[in-house]
Each structure stands twice: as structure tokens, then as C-alpha cells.
């Protein structure tokens, strides 16, 4: 393989085309356009990318003799002394929103306040890209909902976490997470799918008003668990091509987290902003919500404590219908219908 020596100004806009990795990037030597985190996933993304790939060979020299999956070449890395140190700010100082509260409608003079929480989630969305609420459901209830989940951790029915279109030891080198897929009308998950209802409410909430999405499903639950010892994730996208994923959202579970001790945070790198980071602690009871695509790559930073997550995406339906279109998805990802015309009646 060949190493370019240049440095490329436009690394922070690369990803591996099947998973959305954003490190130790090979390039297609074909095209030299689009780019991998290995040669397994070039060539399991080979027969969307040939159609691209050839139209962008069309313009080379005639009768430029390549072999696709042998002349993968190592993208430009920043050398030691160029990297300029990212301004990294706390989470707390740009969006934090407590809505004690306003998720049980207790506003003062009685009547709902709802509205106004789908008013934050939609301005900071719309504004930012990014939005976080302290005190989703109170202690209580997340109390019982990690009660949930930690019964599903001793139970043995996580297993590690997965790359799309990827099952191999190289998977434990991108991400640390072992992680359970959850419906909802499991036994023993009672109050996960309570979280989920609430997330759904909230997403019926602002659904038309988040940018151009129209929102008709989501995926199931993906409860995830750090064990410690260093785990992390690297740097990635949650949907780099356009799979109908169009919200992250986050649900933490840590009580007493300390991110000196213990680390952990989701570190966000706004696209276009190669200077700029959210770190976000992974609190008790906080919710956070993003943009899936290109616009937010993200990572875990290494946990040295048990860190746990409930993860759930959701779907915009022309996006997710063009999505089905040309490729099936992860069997985690598997949609699943939503009413959004009225609200849950889980209690």
C-alpha cells in the first residue's frame, strides 16, 4: 500500500463508508473519493460503491488498470506537530435544560407544560444540533428503569456490540460496548419501555418541527453497558449514508458519575468545526438527543467505571423508505411503526 504524505485538510469530513469510523482511514485507490476503515468493509460495500466508483473512473486516464480491493491506500493523517488542540467546552455551558417537572406536567397554575418541552428540544435541535434534559423522569423512575437494566446485565444477555455487516475480534478495536436489543414487551423490562413511551411523546412533540424530517418509526432499544477496564468507542457517525436514522437519542443511567474518575464522556465534534467539542457526561437521568448523520460525529471516551445507555433511533420516512430501497439494514436496526397521532398510554 501506498501512503500519501500530504496533510489533508479534509480528514474531518472522512468516514468509513459502511460503518462511519473516522480513524486510521484507508482510501479507495480506485476512485479516490471515498473511504474505508478496512478492506472487509470495502469490499462488503463494494456493490453499491462500484456504481459511483466507475463513474468517477470514467474521468481518469483510459485504460488505467486497478484492482478494487488491492489498492486501498492509507488516507493523509495529521502530522504530531500540526493538530491544533481543540476548545472543548462542558455540556452544562452551552444547552443544559432541567425540565424537573415539566415531563409530569406540574407547571404552577395547573395547566400542561408539555409544549414548552417540545418548544427546548426543537429550538436546540433546530439551533444546535444537539440537545440535552437533566431530570428526564426523576430519580424514581430512573431508578427503576436501571434496576431493569442491570437485571438484564447479570441475566448474561448482552453480548458485544457490532459493526453493520461486521462480525469479527476487529469489531473490540472501534467500540467496548456489550449491548442487548429491547422491544419493550419483554419480561422484566417494564420500565425501559415506560422510557421509550416518554421518548416517543416527546419526539410526537416536535415531529414536523425538526428540521425537514417527517418522523414515522424508530428502531428498538439498544441498551448498552461499558464494563470498565478503558472500554470506549471511536470516533464515528451513526448514519453516514443515509440509512433513515435522523435522531440519536440517549438515555443515562449513572448514578454519581464522576467524569475525573471515571471518564466516559460522549465527546461531540460538530461537523465543519474541527476545533470545537461537546463533552457531555453520561448523568443520571439525563437525556440526550442529536442529529444521526454526517453532522455530528462523535465518541465514547474510555470508561473506567460501569457505564450504562439506552440508545434509541429514530426514522424519517422518506429517508428510511429510499434506505430499504438499497440495502436491508443491521438486524438491531429493525424498524418499528410508531402512532404519532396520539400519544402513548404506558403509565
Known sequence: MEKDSELDPEQDKQYCELCGKMENLLKCGRCRNSFYCSKDHQKQDWKKHKLICKEADKSKVPNQSVKTSETLRPSPQPRKDSVTPRARIQAKELISTDVSGIINNTKSNGQTNKRSLGDIVICNMNDHGICFLDNFLGEETGLAILENVAALHQSGRFTDGQLVGQRSDSTKDIRGDQIVWIEGNEDGCEKISFLMSRMDDLLRLCNGRLGNYRINGRTKAM?????????????????????????????????????????????????????????????????????????????????????????????????????????????????????????????
Open 223 to 347: 441498551v448498552a453497558c461499558y464494563p470498565g477496564e478503558g472500554k470506549g468507542y471511536v470516533r464515528h457517525v451513526d448514519n453516514p449514508n443515509g440509512d433513515g436514522r435522523c435522531v440519536t437519542c440517549i438515555y443515562y443511567l449513572n448514578k454519581d458519575w464522576d467524569a475525573k474518575a471515571h471518564g466516559g464522556l460522549l465527546r461531540i465534534i460538530p461537523e465543519g468545526k474541527a476545533n470545537y467539542a461537546i463533552d457531555i457526561e453520561p448523568k443520571f437521568d439525563r437525556l440526550l438527543l442529536f442529529w444521526s448523520d454526517r453532522r455530528n460525529p462523535h465518541e465514547v471516551q474510555p470508561a473506567h467505571a460501569t457505564r450504562y445507555a439506552i440508545t434509541v433511533w429514530y426514522f424519517d420516512g422518506d429517508e428510511r423508505a429510499r434506505a430499504k430501497e438499497r440495502y436491508s439494514t443491521a438486524a438491531g436496526e429493525k424498524g418499528v411503526k410508531m402512532e404519532m397521532n396520539k400519544p402513548s398510554d404506558a403509565t
